[in-house]
């Protein structure tokens, strides 16, 4: 089983940045571990669906975002640290959101929820005016 906990919410002014963190523990079906998960963020609302934010593919490193989000926020991956990251710049009062990672099997970048199998706890980022 794989466990993903996040870390790094939290309250910022409007223009600031954070980082999120979401660190693997455990494998997989077969042993798979971090290496091979392609990962994802997402976040949600009160009301709302979950919406896509950024995936990293584990086979070529391979990115894709939210055409709504990209170029302020950046998704990374450090293999040897089961570790993978979202950095949010210029952070907007719509941007305040539980935020989610979460893991597939999958080799290429996924945009759906549905198709994650492992999900982090979520962290509360929360941005002010």
């Known amino acids: 089983q794989v466990q993903l906990v996040q870390s790094g919410g939290g309250l910022v002014q409007a223009g600031g940045s954070l980082r999120l963190s979401c660190a693997a523990s455990?494998?997989?079906?077969?042993?798979?571990?971090?290496?091979?998960?392609?990962m994802g963020w997402f976040r949600q609302t009160p009301g709302k669906e979950r919406e896509f934010i950024a995936t990293?593919?584990?086979?070529?490193?391979?990115?894709y975002y939210s055409d709504s989000l990209k170029g302020r926020f950046t998704i990374s991956r450090d293999n040897a640290k089961n570790t993978v990251y979202l950095q949010m710049n210029s952070l907007r009062p719509d941007d305040t959101a539980v935020y989610y990672c979460?893991?597939?099997?999958?080799?290429?970048?996924?945009?759906?929820?549905?198709?994650?199998?492992?999900w982090g706890q979520g962290t509360q980022v929360t941005v002010s005016s």
């Open positions: 979460a893991a597939a099997t999958a080799a290429r970048t996924l945009q759906m929820s549905r198709e994650y199998d492992y």
């Open positions: 455990g494998s997989g079906p077969s042993g798979r571990t971090f290496s091979r998960y392609t």
């Open positions: 990293i593919a584990w086979f070529g490193g391979g990115t």
